[in-house]
């Protein structure tokens, strides 16, 4: 077996063996809630993981020299997938103890939300949409869930939000590693915050801890319950948009509610590298960042048009609804966020202000952030550089590469990547439109657009009556939009190397 190959397989096992830990933390929860019939599931979860992450470090060493960048891609694609695959289980595997009613442990009664995650593919569907940090639940109503899967979902999500491969990297490697950087280099500042993979990803996961306490604070003091606080602050800044409620954030119809989490959602789709030198006090590193200016800008400008269009589209009765609505729904699809304050969007929103929420969703975020998307740093760069490249093709005396081969590099790259979201987009909306026939063309895509970018806000469409082929494409988007797709195509290509 080739070398690279078996960094990548021991890597994994380390990566899954830390994975363990989450539902083993989980069984606290389950404990303080008194739902003891949930902790067999978490057991059996935490023991799978760990089973399988310490069968591949025993079998595989972990040679060094290898292709640090190669193995990395390889781990960090697989590892995604197979989390949200684990993320699944505890979903599955309480809803069948559910329904078995196992003596001697006292099982509560089956609800519909519940009995949705019996079917495998549903709870595949929710563990992948919780890991990406996209936000569409097959429940369809999760305050019918039992607590401890309440905070499964937020956790995975908050786990998900900067990437379970951060996470384990404190574990990996006290050492600066090349694979770590290769892939996270647009996901999470790894040189700029610390000199080592440990100590960057020790200061994310602290810096994260501390804007989760301090949102779910903020929450309960406007308002919200002790517990919905906690969850929707680690779905919040981690631009997840998992809720505990039915219609997400519009079943509590109060508008201090939505404008206090207008922070929560923004703060998440900043990068976390200028949010952390912020902290710190380091203002000369964070004044005149131009992905914030131009993170921002894109904020106020979809939120003026989407505003605009329900207004003079007469979307809502009152101008200043249109406002409310339209500004919590522009800020949600713009930072990833996904939190919903109204969920009738694909019948009374005009088709223009669904069509700008789309265009948001896949400009997305900040580059560093948790939020999906392109990243508005290679929006920024192909609008930018565009022209200059443009005049390339008619005068190739004119060409910068020699000159400015980095900037030719870097839009090279964001154009790629631009154009693979597009192609994926195309084709998963296709899968669409052909099994489900009678949804609107606008629907669809501003729905797929929403599962790519790892957003959430939904039209309408995606929920547990969608064919289950069209649920598996969907798990595909979502994993592959995480990843911002390049990865899963190099790993493609190594592992059909490997094979052939």
């Given at each position: 077996m080739?070398?690279t190959?078996r960094?990548a397989?021991?890597?994994?096992?380390?990566?899954v063996k830390?994975y363990?830990?989450?539902p083993?933390l989980?069984i606290?929860?389950?404990?303080?809630w008194?739902?003891?019939?949930a902790?067999?599931?978490f057991?059996l979860?935490?023991a799978v993981?760990?089973?399988i992450?310490?069968?591949?470090?025993?079998?595989?060493?972990a040679?060094?020299?290898?292709?640090?960048?190669?193995?990395g891609?390889?781990?960090?694609?697989?590892?995604?997938f197979?989390a949200?695959l684990?993320?699944?289980?505890p979903l599955?595997?309480?809803a069948w103890?559910?329904?078995?009613?196992?003596?001697?442990?006292?099982?509560?009664?089956?609800?519909?939300s519940?009995?949705t995650?019996l079917?495998p593919?549903?709870?595949?569907?929710e563990?992948?949409?919780?890991v990406t940090?996209?936000?569409?639940s097959?429940?369809?109503?999760p305050?019918?869930l039992?607590?401890?899967?309440?905070w499964?979902?937020?956790?995975?999500?908050?786990v998900?939000?900067i990437?379970?491969?951060?996470l384990?990297s404190a574990?990996?490697?006290?050492e600066?590693?090349?694979?770590?950087s290769?892939?996270h280099?647009?996901m999470?500042?790894?040189e700029?915050?610390?000199?080592?993979t440990?100590?960057?990803a020790?200061?994310?996961?602290w810096?994260?801890?501390l804007l989760t306490?301090?949102s779910a604070?903020?929450?309960w003091?406007?308002?919200m319950?002790?517990?919905?606080?906690?969850?929707?602050?680690?779905?919040?800044v981690t631009?997840?948009g998992?809720t505990?409620?039915?219609?997400?954030i519009g079943?509590?119809?109060?508008?201090?509610?939505?404008?206090?989490?207008?922070?929560?959602?923004i703060v998440?789709a900043v990068?976390?590298?200028?949010?952390?030198?912020?902290?710190?006090g380091?203002?000369?590193?964070?004044?005149g960042d131009?992905?914030?200016?131009?993170l921002?800008?894109?904020?106020g400008?979809s939120?003026?048009?989407?505003v605009?269009s329900?207004?003079v589209?007469?979307?809502y009765p009152?101008?200043?609804e249109?406002?409310r609505?339209?500004?919590?729904?522009?800020?949600?699809?713009?930072?990833?966020a996904?939190?919903?304050?109204?969920?009738a969007?694909?019948?009374?929103w005009?088709?223009?202000?669904l069509l700008?929420?789309?265009l948001?969703?896949?400009?997305?975020?900040?580059?560093?952030?948790?939020?999906?998307g392109?990243?508005?740093?290679?929006?920024r760069?192909?609008l930018l550089d565009?022209?200059?490249?443009?005049?390339?093709?008619?005068?190739?005396?004119?060409s910068?590469?020699?000159?400015?081969?980095g900037a030719s590099?870097?839009?090279?790259?964001a154009?790629i990547?631009?154009?693979?979201?597009?192609?994926?987009?195309?084709?998963?909306?296709v899968?669409?439109?052909l099994?489900l026939?009678?949804e609107?063309?606008?629907d669809?895509l501003?729905e797929?657009?929403?599962v790519q970018g790892n957003?959430?806000?939904?039209?309408g469409?995606?929920?547990?009556?969608?064919?289950?082929?069209?649920?598996?494409?969907?798990?595909?988007?979502m994993?592959?939009?995480?990843?911002?797709?390049?990865?899963v195509?190099v790993?493609?290509?190594?592992?059909y190397e490997?094979?052939?």
């Amino acid at each position: 077996m080739d070398e690279t190959f078996r960094r990548a397989l021991y890597d994994f096992g380390t990566l899954v063996k830390v994975y363990a830990f989450l539902p083993a933390l989980s069984i606290v929860v389950a404990i303080a809630w008194g739902e003891f019939y949930a902790i067999p599931a978490f057991l059996l979860t935490a023991a799978v993981a760990a089973g399988i992450g310490l069968g591949l470090e025993s079998f595989f060493d972990a040679p060094e020299d290898v292709d640090g960048m190669s193995s990395g891609v390889i781990t960090v694609t697989v590892g995604w997938f197979v989390a949200g695959l684990l993320s699944a289980l505890p979903l599955l595997l309480v809803a069948w103890t559910v329904r078995l009613q196992p003596p001697p442990v006292a099982v509560p009664v089956m609800t519909g939300s519940l009995e949705t995650f019996l079917t495998p593919i549903d709870a595949v569907f929710e563990g992948m949409s919780g890991v990406t940090g996209t936000g569409f639940s097959m429940a369809a109503d999760p305050g019918e869930l039992p607590r401890t899967l309440q905070w499964w979902r937020s956790l995975i999500q908050w786990v998900g939000g900067i990437g379970v491969i951060v996470l384990a990297s404190a574990f990996v490697s006290s050492e600066e590693s090349d694979s770590f950087s290769a892939i996270h280099g647009n996901m999470a500042p790894t040189e700029t915050i610390r000199s080592t993979t440990a100590g960057t990803a020790a200061a994310l996961w602290w810096l994260l801890a501390l804007l989760t306490v301090a949102s779910a604070l903020w929450l309960w003091f406007v308002g919200m319950g002790p517990w919905a606080a906690l969850n929707h602050a680690m779905t919040g800044v981690t631009t997840g948009g998992f809720t505990i409620t039915a219609d997400s954030i519009g079943s509590y119809d109060d508008p201090v509610v939505e404008l206090a989490l207008l922070p929560v959602m923004i703060v998440g789709a900043v990068s976390f590298s200028l949010l952390f030198f912020l902290f710190r006090g380091d203002l000369e590193k964070v004044r005149g960042d131009a992905q914030t200016t131009w993170l921002f800008g894109a904020l106020g400008v979809s939120t003026v048009v989407v505003v605009g269009s329900l207004v003079v589209s007469a979307s809502y009765p009152e101008p200043t609804e249109a406002i409310r609505y339209g500004v919590f729904q522009a800020v949600s699809g713009t930072t990833s966020a996904g939190f919903q304050t109204d969920s009738a969007l694909g019948d009374s929103w005009a088709s223009s202000g669904l069509l700008v929420v789309t265009l948001s969703m896949i400009v997305g975020g900040a580059a560093g952030s948790t939020a999906g998307g392109v990243k508005v740093i290679r929006v920024r760069r192909l609008l930018l550089d565009a022209p200059e490249h443009g005049m390339d093709v008619y005068d190739p005396s004119e060409s910068t590469a020699d000159t400015a081969g980095g900037a030719s590099a870097a839009f090279d790259t964001a154009a790629i990547i631009a154009v693979l979201w597009f192609v994926l987009l195309f084709a998963t909306s296709v899968v669409a439109l052909l099994v489900l026939p009678g949804e609107a063309t606008a629907d669809v895509l501003f729905e797929v657009a929403s599962v790519q970018g790892n957003v959430g806000l939904s039209s309408g469409i995606v929920d547990a009556t969608i064919p289950s082929s069209l649920k598996v494409a969907l798990v595909l988007a979502m994993w592959i939009g995480r990843l911002e797709i390049v990865p899963v195509l190099v790993t493609a290509q190594i592992l059909y190397e490997e094979v052939v």
